[in-house]
């Protein structure tokens, strides 16, 4: 449940992006008072291990756990690029998403795009659980399927449901570090989940790229969020994988930084030639304000 006593309200709109520029908190609360009993009428659906957001897209709210791995931007970045560089078909789009969590980022995509069903697989079966949770709490059970599997074991022991060469789009947001690469926070070595979710522990980088190639359709497209510093790595995967870059977005802090996260599209057996490099996405004008892009990522509602 969310806590609107005032020393913690304004905490809870910065962390879920409801606090906009030039706007106070009790501006946010005036909106906030519309939306919230949608956001906790169905209190059954969730226990006090468990917080409710509102997604702000197609009335749609998300179920995650208190102490476990909660979305973040990325998260929002990746269902944004997906739901524009995915394919447009006469047909319902067939999507797989490997490593949902509690599945923020496909029901995201499933409100911006109304022609795309989503199967999504998760290893952790408490996380697989919310997301089931979440299917129903959005009334999204003819469009999303959530798989308590192991993407390793696709080709030889996954669900029947499953099938090789059925899916037009394969979408993930994998752990950014190996193991044994990167920092451990104190939070993430008492919370296996928070691990699993930052360290390639169920799943190296080559095992996603493995699995997307197995579930694609010829021609079909590949979508992922990654750390700048496994750019090479991301490639030589693809490479090996039959799966051709096409485009490329990098992500900045501030217009002055580096980047420190890219949006990568390929094609599985697609042509060499035509790679394009996509102006850069820059998330903050500064310290305190959504640059105009992110704020439109966030806060429109078109596609």
Not at 75 to 98: G, I, W
Request: hydrophobic share 40%; aromatic share 10%; with cysteine.
């Amino acid at each position: 449940m969310i806590d609107f006593s005032e020393g913690t309200f304004s905490a809870y709109c910065l962390e879920h992006h409801l606090l906009q520029p030039q706007m106070n908190v009790p501006d946010v609360l005036f909106q906030m008072h519309e939306r919230v009993p949608d956001m906790i009428s169905d209190t059954e659906e969730f226990d006090d291990t468990e917080t409710m957001e509102d997604l702000g897209r197609s009335g749609f709210c998300l179920i995650q756990k208190k102490n476990g791995f909660r979305y973040g931007e990325d998260t929002v970045l990746l269902s944004f690029f997906a739901a524009q560089n995915a394919p447009r078909k006469r047909r319902m789009l067939k999507a797989a998403e490997l490593g949902t969590n509690c599945g923020a980022a496909s029901i995201l995509l499933a409100a911006r795009r109304q022609d795309i069903a989503v199967d999504g697989m998760e290893v952790q079966s408490e996380a697989a659980g919310v997301f089931e949770k979440n299917i129903s709490l959005n009334n999204l059970e003819g469009r999303l399927r959530s798989f308590c599997c192991d993407i390793r074991d696709l080709f030889s022991g996954g669900p029947e449901e499953i099938k090789r060469a059925s899916y037009d789009l394969v979408f993930f947001n994998p752990p950014y570090h190996a193991q044994g690469r990167g920092p451990v926070t104190a939070k993430e070595a008492d919370c296996s989940d928070l691990l699993e979710a930052r360290f390639e522990v169920n799943g190296t980088l080559e095992d996603f790229f493995r699995a997307a190639d197995w579930l694609l359709l010829p021609q079909g497209k590949i979508i992922l969020v990654q750390r700048t510093s496994r750019l090479p790595e991301v490639l030589r995967h693809m490479a090996d994988n039959q799966l051709q870059p096409s485009r490329i977005r990098f992500v900045h802090v501030r217009p002055e930084k580096p980047a420190t996260l890219f949006l990568l599209c390929g094609q599985k057996h697609g042509k060499a030639g035509g790679f394009q490099v996509l102006p850069p996405l820059i998330l903050y004008k500064n310290e305190h304000s959504y640059s105009d892009e992110l704020h439109s990522i966030y806060f429109d509602k078109g596609d």
